[in-house]
């Protein structure tokens, strides 16, 4: 609990937070309250992406009536419960899909600020881990209703991934900016190299497509942002958790192993997010193992 509290106070004091604990308290709910405006694009981009039509567009129109929705019933959380869930205007329910999202994606970004700062990490890896989570949401979401993982969301977090690496070494306790945007695109090869000749491979062997390219471009993107290392715990993780998944499908659908197609995404999504919460302690648990001490 010592080594805890310190870590915490290490973090807060580096980020220049140091002292009361309403401090704490404040970043903490500043980290809710942009998590639930994420996650209120989040749900734009969950919505819109799969059908092709462009998520800068106009605002979003009620379904049913048609009447665009305003700013003031646009508020993430807020506009929801003071409209009980309803249109406006017509009285047509909202999916409570939205406020999940929206709640979901502020407490995962407020859980993420804390157990960066517990396990003493520099503040800016931040920047890595936020991009991030909305690439495993929208992952999880989009992936296992439609099984794509589409473009629009794995390119620009591989950019964002190498963009951030070279301006902010730190993040990789690097000096040169240089090392530390090779590093972020060097995981991103490895990852799509690795990933990709494994799926190439599968389809020559099988004579159809084993795994979707969307998979591979996704582990390509959560190289650049996570490095090598959390690429493959994401790959890992999310193959066990998977295979298990898949036989408990077959066995209660009493249906053969290779007819069950499930969606690998979701998988790897879940994979990235235990990286994201106690991949830095994973990774130390591990080296210390190798080096047997
Ligand atoms: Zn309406």
Redesign the pocket.
């Known amino acids: 609990m010592i080594g805890l509290t310190s870590g915490l106070n290490d973090w807060w004091i580096r980020a220049g937070l140091y002292d009361p604990g309403w401090i704490r308290g404040f970043w903490l709910t500043a980290a809710f309250v942009y998590g639930s405006c994420m996650g209120s694009f989040l749900n734009v981009c969950v919505w819109r992406i799969p059908l092709g039509e462009s998520i800068a567009d106009a605002p979003s129109h009620?379904p049913?009536?048609g009447?665009l929705i305003r700013w003031y019933d646009n508020i993430p959380l807020f506009s929801y419960l003071r409209l009980r869930g309803k249109?406006r205007?017509?009285g047509?329910p909202i999916s409570p899909r939205y406020l999940i999202v929206e709640a979901l994606t502020g407490v995962l970004f407020a859980v993420v600020l804390a157990t960066t700062g517990w396990s003493a990490q520099p503040p800016g890896k931040l920047l890595l881990y936020y991009p991030m989570l909305m690439l495993i949401i929208t992952t999880a979401m989009i992936d296992w209703k439609h099984r794509i993982i589409p473009d629009l969301t794995t390119y620009p977090a591989m950019i964002a991934g190498v963009a951030i690496s070279a301006a902010l070494p730190s993040v990789w306790g690097m000096q040169n900016h240089g090392w530390s945007g090779a590093w972020s695109f060097g995981s991103l090869l490895v990852a799509g190299v690795f990933l990709g000749g494994f799926a190439w491979l599968g389809r020559k062997m099988a004579g159809r497509d084993v795994m979707g390219w969307g998979d591979v471009k996704y582990l390509m993107a959560a190289g650049a942002l996570l490095g090598i290392y959390g690429a493959f715990f994401s790959l890992l993780a999310g193959s066990f958790a998977g295979a298990v998944f898949g036989v408990g499908m077959a066995l209660r659908r009493k249906r053969r192993l290779r007819r069950t197609a499930i969606p690998f995404g979701p998988f790897l999504a879940g994979g990235s997010l235990i990286w994201i919460f106690c991949g830095e302690w994973l990774a130390r648990g591990y080296f210390r193992l190798l080096g047997g001490q």
Do not use: E, R
């Open positions: 009620c049913k009536c009447t249109c205007y017509c047509m």
